[in-house]
């Protein structure tokens, strides 16, 4: 079956610092992969989609790398703020066309004045 | 624009009522999804929908049924509530099967 993986544990940083986020995969080569942010009591909300010919994505202070080889992708938050603080989720489509998205339990980042 | 809206955002069922959540969007969108998420886990997609009168099943669909008898409304009704499905639902929508998805605030349903 397929399998995401993002760190369990939560990301501490201090303010200003780069804040980057692990998703491996198994069993799967999806056409594309998408992060979202998700805050306490709220729906994720989109951020980046990276398609699999795409080896980068930026978004202002986002960044996204997607290695198909590596069955991998790091999400980068560049001169991070206490308002980046929040769950992060990775979601692969395995469908091949229809959304269907499998997520990734998610990684909390916690950014420290 | 309100996006992707749910109702009810709050529910508390007994063992065995039935529920129907409902799911409105207004951006013309042809794909819907309902998902569940549970402590620790990601979302998990229960039923999806890519156009109007289409519905099918998701990865845990099992005690979930839904109807799209309009474009913008995607429904998920729960025939007779068990405790096991106490979660935090989620309604989303997508132009298209490539594209990102838009999140309702979700509804919070605990089963006792």
């Known amino acids: 079956s397929q399998k995401i993986e993002q760190n369990s544990e939560a990301l501490n940083i201090q303010e200003g610092k780069t804040a980057t986020l692990t998703c491996n995969y198994t069993n799967y080569s999806p056409a594309y992969l998408q992060w979202y942010r998700q805050d306490p009591g709220r729906g994720p909300v989109f951020l980046l989609l990276?398609?699999?010919?795409?080896k980068e994505k930026r978004k202002e202070r986002l960044k996204v790398t997607f290695d198909t080889t590596l069955k991998q992708s790091l999400f980068h938050i560049t001169a991070s703020q206490p308002a980046d603080s929040a769950t992060y989720l990775c979601a692969l489509d395995t469908s091949g066309g229809y959304n269907k998205l499998i997520f990734g339990a998610g990684t909390r980042l916690a950014v420290h004045p | 624009n309100a996006g992707v809206t749910q109702t009810p955002k709050f529910r508390v069922l007994k063992t065995g009522q039935s529920m129907t959540l409902l799911c409105a969007q207004d951006m013309n969108h042809e794909y819907m999804y309902w998902y569940r998420q549970d402590p620790g886990m990601g979302l998990r997609l229960i039923h999806y929908?890519?156009?109007?009168?289409?519905?099918a099943k998701g990865e845990v669909p099992d005690g979930y049924n839904v109807s799209r008898l309009k474009k913008q409304n995607f429904l998920l009704g729960l025939e007779s509530a068990a405790p096991s499905q106490t979660s935090v639902y989620f309604c989303?929508?997508?132009?298209?099967?490539?594209?990102?998805?838009?999140f309702g605030q979700g509804t919070r349903l605990t089963v006792v």
């Open positions: 989303a929508s997508s132009s298209t099967g490539t594209t990102e998805a838009f």
């Open positions: 929908s890519v156009g109007e009168g289409t519905t």
């Open positions: 990276i398609r699999e010919n795409e």
